[in-house]
């Protein structure tokens, strides 16, 4: 038999997703005592882009404050761990920073009748929010619990890191069904259809991928010992009992007109009685990131190139971006966008949703509404974990176990 005829006897991990989760996932699997290129490959399916939904667009926010508690403390931890091994500051903009609470009074009463402004004792290097909008302000957090990543760059590093030892590989298709074994609940495969090879990777990023002709829409089967489903606020579209949904979150970001401090802003701005905004600010190395109050106005479309961007919601962000900052005000503004955050809808947990299902080889990673970006690297241990002994080891998890909140199968008739 000719050698490129030899049937691959390895072990076949399949992660659906190449976003954070995913990548973190199959990065972690690749640093296990028991994973060998030898013994196991990884196959990473994507049907747009790496990195082309929330874990691109989101905040890059890390706290220990954040939730699940079973989970932050350990992600947290391999953030710090991570940015050390491979110079997070220059690689990703890892940095700490403080977080403070403001509350504002935008509302035109409030304008006409105010008079001197209040010292509001403002720390001194958080000198480009203008005091004279504000009515108080508290700290949250300091940098003892507080740090922030650029998601983008960071997603994009774990992948080429991830695909070092050669047995990663990533396939650009859309995922559009779980196959199952004919009379045994379990899932063999996964069924896609093939993508073209325009827009694998972006901004001189150099991913190793495979892709199929854009004219080849023929359905393929991608089999798999295990399979991992990471995809987000898409997994209900291939898990159809699973309780996760999207969240939709605009956001725009600003390269300021100077320099600004390492600070996380989040903010309560009266606009008229009884109405508010909420926009969070996030201060990066080199520009700054706002994200509005979430809606679920439109349905998760069918992939991330397809998500609508309300150009109304992000002027909305520009204006009391504004407002609050002469530094914003006067910069210049590069990204107008929206994603899709995961969510689970059990009034019982706040989610994610990490670990076997009851279809044997099917595993679930997903629905880490806001914190996808904080909690990835910790996800990806644990799940790396589950997936080559058995068991998490590195955190308890087993309040977060998929099988405590939906049957997963073929639906009737499948």
Same mark, same amino acid.
């Given at each position: 038999m000719p050698s490129s005829q030899v049937p691959d006897r390895r072990q076949h991990i399949v992660i659906v997703g190449a976003g954070i989760v995913g990548v973190c996932t199959a990065y972690y699997l690749t640093r296990h005592p028991a994973f060998s290129p030898k013994t196991h490959r990884i196959t990473i399916l994507e049907s747009t882009r790496p990195a082309s939904g929330a874990s691109g667009k989101a905040g890059g926010l890390l706290a220990l404050w954040?939730?699940?508690?079973?989970?932050? =403390?350990? *992600?947290?931890?391999?953030?710090?761990?991570?940015?050390?091994?491979? %110079? /997070?500051?220059?690689?990703?903009?890892?940095?700490? $920073?403080?977080?403070? *609470? !403001?509350?504002? %009074?935008?509302?035109?009463?409030?304008?006409?009748?105010?008079?001197?402004?209040?010292?509001?004792?403002?720390?001194?290097? !958080?000198?480009?929010?203008?005091?004279?909008?504000? #009515?108080?302000?508290?700290? !949250?957090? +300091?940098?003892?619990s507080t740090a922030q990543v650029h998601p983008y760059k960071f997603t994009m590093f774990m992948l080429r890191r991830a695909q070092e030892c050669g047995a990663v590989q990533l396939v650009m298709g859309k995922a559009t069904q779980i196959s199952y074994a004919s009379k045994s609940n379990t899932a063999e495969a996964v069924i896609y259809t093939p993508a073209g090879a325009t827009g694998i990777a972006s901004s001189g990023d150099s991913i190793s991928s495979t892709s199929t002709a854009s004219s080849d829409t023929? *359905?393929? &089967?991608?089999?798999?010992?295990? &399979?991992?489903?990471?995809? +987000?606020?898409?997994?209900?579209?291939?898990? =159809?009992?699973?309780?996760?949904?999207? $969240?939709?979150?605009?956001? &725009?970001t600003i390269t300021p007109s100077r320099p600004v401090s390492a600070y996380a802003l989040f903010t309560e701005l009266k606009l008229s009685k009884g109405k508010y905004i909420s926009p969070e600010i996030y201060a990066r190395k080199d520009e700054v990131y706002i994200c509005g109050e979430g809606d679920n106005y439109v349905e998760v479309p069918e992939t991330t190139d397809?998500?609508?961007?309300?150009?109304?919601?992000? #002027? #909305?962000?520009?204006?009391?971006? +504004?407002?609050?900052?002469? #530094?914003?005000? +006067? /910069?210049?503004?590069?990204?107008?966008?929206?994603c899709y955050l995961p969510v689970v809808d059990v009034p019982s947990t706040s989610g994610p949703l990490i670990g076997p299902t009851n279809t044997q080889n099917l595993y679930v990673a997903s629905g880490h509404s806001c914190w996808g970006i904080n909690n990835a690297p910790g996800t990806g241990k644990v799940m790396a974990e589950i997936l080559l002994e058995g068991e998490a080891k590195s955190a308890d998890v087993s309040s977060l176990d998929p099988r405590r909140y939906f049957v997963s199968g073929p639906l009737p008739g499948e």
């Amino acid at each position: 038999m000719p050698s490129s005829q030899v049937p691959d006897r390895r072990q076949h991990i399949v992660i659906v997703g190449a976003g954070i989760v995913g990548v973190c996932t199959a990065y972690y699997l690749t640093r296990h005592p028991a994973f060998s290129p030898k013994t196991h490959r990884i196959t990473i399916l994507e049907s747009t882009r790496p990195a082309s939904g929330a874990s691109g667009k989101a905040g890059g926010l890390l706290a220990l404050w954040a939730f699940p508690s079973q989970l932050v =403390p350990l *992600s947290f931890k391999l953030h710090e761990d991570l940015a050390e091994e491979y %110079n /997070g500051e220059d690689e990703w903009a890892y940095r700490r $920073l403080q977080t403070v *609470s !403001l509350e504002g %009074n935008l509302s035109k009463s409030s304008r006409v009748s105010k008079k001197k402004p209040v010292d509001l004792d403002l720390p001194e290097d !958080l000198d480009w929010v203008r005091e004279d909008v504000l #009515e108080s302000w508290s700290s !949250l957090s +300091g940098k003892d619990s507080t740090a922030q990543v650029h998601p983008y760059k960071f997603t994009m590093f774990m992948l080429r890191r991830a695909q070092e030892c050669g047995a990663v590989q990533l396939v650009m298709g859309k995922a559009t069904q779980i196959s199952y074994a004919s009379k045994s609940n379990t899932a063999e495969a996964v069924i896609y259809t093939p993508a073209g090879a325009t827009g694998i990777a972006s901004s001189g990023d150099s991913i190793s991928s495979t892709s199929t002709a854009s004219s080849d829409t023929q *359905s393929k &089967i991608l089999r798999g010992d295990k &399979i991992v489903v990471t995809v +987000g606020p898409w997994t209900s579209r291939l898990l =159809p009992t699973c309780p996760v949904s999207g $969240l939709r979150a605009h956001s &725009i970001t600003i390269t300021p007109s100077r320099p600004v401090s390492a600070y996380a802003l989040f903010t309560e701005l009266k606009l008229s009685k009884g109405k508010y905004i909420s926009p969070e600010i996030y201060a990066r190395k080199d520009e700054v990131y706002i994200c509005g109050e979430g809606d679920n106005y439109v349905e998760v479309p069918e992939t991330t190139d397809d998500v609508e961007v309300l150009k109304e919601r992000c #002027e #909305e962000l520009v204006k009391y971006a +504004g407002i609050i900052s002469k #530094e914003l005000l +006067g /910069g210049k503004i590069t990204r107008r966008q929206a994603c899709y955050l995961p969510v689970v809808d059990v009034p019982s947990t706040s989610g994610p949703l990490i670990g076997p299902t009851n279809t044997q080889n099917l595993y679930v990673a997903s629905g880490h509404s806001c914190w996808g970006i904080n909690n990835a690297p910790g996800t990806g241990k644990v799940m790396a974990e589950i997936l080559l002994e058995g068991e998490a080891k590195s955190a308890d998890v087993s309040s977060l176990d998929p099988r405590r909140y939906f049957v997963s199968g073929p639906l009737p008739g499948e």
